[in-house]
T-cell receptor
Framework: GAVVSQHPSRVICKSGTSVKIECRSL??????MFWYRQFPKQSLMLMAT?????????EQGVEKDKFLINHASLTLSTLTVTSAHPEDSSFYIC?????????????FGSGTRLTVV | AQSVSQHNHHVILSEAASLELGCNYS??????LFWYVQYPGQHLQLLLK??????LVKGIKGFEAEFIKSKFSFNLRKPSVQWSDTAEYFC?????????????FGAGTRLAVHP
């Protein structure tokens, strides 16, 4: 089945530095990917929709200058957390939509746990 | 804006008990509905989804869900749970908004099944 590979799975960075998270579709082309953030014991909150070859669409309240999304190819989307601070510590998950003939679905990466110290 | 509400945040059951997890959504247009499961330390997995047709949807691992349009609900059920069903369950709705389709999740229900 369609697989999305996300890495790193864990990253610890110092406050003020930037961190890049990659999301790759392994056996399919993903024109649209989604980035979510999950706080402990909470749901997944959609941060942005990443569109290949165009600008990402950010959800209300998400700082586009802080969370930079690049979707330069049909198999790779990246999320860069710039000037990270401890409050950015969270679990970040990417997802891609899989289009079928009569329906569609979503496949999810395994997530990246970011800890900012 | 569309939203998804899961009524039960934490459910504790004994093995062989029946399970029903509530899910309601708010959106006036056509929606596609999903239930995902997240086992500890693992990524989200699709249990089942509803697009059209029979409102009673059968999924993997013995789960099913019923779409009741008049109630804006998509409750998840399993007649007899197992210890291995211990996980977090998320209801999600995909609806078009602002020209983009996106998947919105409920808060999740943490299920603990005791042997």
């Amino acid at each position: 089945g369609a697989v999305v590979s996300q890495h790193p799975s864990r990253v610890i960075c110092k406050s003020g530095t930037s961190v890049k998270i990659e999301c790759r579709s392994l056996d399919f082309q993903a024109t649209t990917m989604f980035w979510y953030r999950q706080f402990p014991k909470q749901s997944l909150m959609l941060m942005a929709t990443s569109n290949e070859g165009s600008k990402a669409t950010y959800e209300q309240g998400v700082e586009k200058d802080k969370f930079l999304i690049n979707h330069a190819s049909l198999t790779l989307s990246t999320l860069t957390v710039t000037s990270a601070h401890p409050e950015d510590s969270s679990f970040y998950i990417c997802s891609a939509r899989i289009m079928g003939s009569v329906s569609y679905g979503y496949t999810f990466g395994s997530g990246t746990r970011l800890t900012v110290v | 804006a569309q939203s998804v509400s899961q009524h039960n945040h934490h459910v504790i059951l004994s093995e062989a008990a029946s399970l029903e997890l509530g899910c309601n959504y708010s959106y006036g247009g056509t929606v596609n509905l999903f239930w995902y499961v997240q086992y500890p330390g693992q990524h989200l997995q699709l249990l089942l989804k509803y697009f059209s047709g029979d409102p009673l949807v059968k999924g993997i691992k013995g789960f099913e869900a019923e779409f009741i349009k008049s109630k804006f609900s998509f409750n998840l059920r399993k007649p007899s749970v197992q210890w291995s069903d211990t996980a977090e369950y998320f209801c999600a709705v995909n609806a078009a908004s602002g020209g983009y389709n996106k998947l919105i999740f409920g808060a999740g229900t943490r299920l603990a099944v005791h042997p």
